[in-house]
């Protein structure tokens, strides 16, 4: 059953990713089990050869009704073709003080794309890599079953 909705979720990324002229790159990591390591860092390389254009960098987050808190912290790595790079904290709602989860729910599963930088713009051409470290308190945390990053062209009209 979860090797089907994996699928149907790879399909349904894959035409939603190729409908929008406007993305750049997107890709999402699955996380062995639904149980996600302090040490398991998805890493996600992106070339960038336009550095005029403003781009918007979004981090895709996949839960279940398993996870255990309403937030999640990562540390958000980004690293530059010459070496230069930057350490983020970053602070993603899960779910409302309700209890109810946010972002798009399809069966147990919820979907979430978080605004990580805004109107950035690269200072130079290469690739440029993107570390992904879930910064909680739980070593082995249970609930997340997908991480990934995306980046769309921000269009200037």
Same mark, same amino acid.
């Given at each position: 059953?979860?090797?089907?909705?994996n699928?149907?979720?790879?399909?349904? #990324?894959?035409?939603?990713? +190729?409908?929008d002229?406007?993305t750049l *790159?997107?890709?999402?990591r699955?996380v062995?089990?639904g149980v996600w390591s302090? *040490?398991d860092i998805?890493?996600?390389?992106?070339?960038? &050869?336009?550095t005029l254009n403003a781009?918007?960098?979004y981090i895709?987050?996949?839960?279940?009704?398993?996870?255990?808190? +309403?937030n999640?912290?990562?540390f958000?790595t980004?690293?530059?073709?010459g070496g230069?790079?930057?350490?983020d904290t970053? &602070?993603?709602?899960l779910a *409302?003080p +309700?209890g109810e989860w946010?972002?798009k729910g399809?069966g147990? =599963?919820w979907?979430?794309?978080?605004? *990580?930088?805004?109107?950035v713009?690269?200072?130079?051409a290469? &690739?440029? #890599?993107f &570390? =992904?470290e879930?910064a909680?308190?739980i070593?082995?945390?249970?609930? =997340?079953?997908?991480v990934?990053?995306? =980046?769309?062209?921000?269009d200037d009209q």
């Amino acid at each position: 059953m979860k090797k089907r909705f994996n699928l149907l979720f790879a399909v349904f #990324t894959i035409l939603f990713c +190729s409908c929008d002229k406007n993305t750049l *790159y997107e890709e999402n990591r699955g996380v062995s089990d639904g149980v996600w390591s302090r *040490y398991d860092i998805p890493v996600f390389k992106v070339d960038i &050869e336009d550095t005029l254009n403003a781009y918007n960098v979004y981090i895709n987050i996949r839960n279940t009704g398993k996870y255990p808190k +309403s937030n999640l912290f990562l540390f958000v790595t980004t690293t530059a073709p010459g070496g230069a790079y930057t350490r983020d904290t970053v &602070e993603c709602i899960l779910a *409302y003080p +309700s209890g109810e989860w946010t972002g798009k729910g399809f069966g147990s =599963i919820w979907q979430n794309r978080f605004p *990580y930088r805004r109107y950035v713009r690269f200072p130079e051409a290469g &690739e440029y #890599t993107f &570390e =992904i470290e879930q910064a909680m308190r739980i070593e082995d945390l249970p609930g =997340i079953t997908d991480v990934g990053v995306r =980046i769309e062209k921000v269009d200037d009209q």
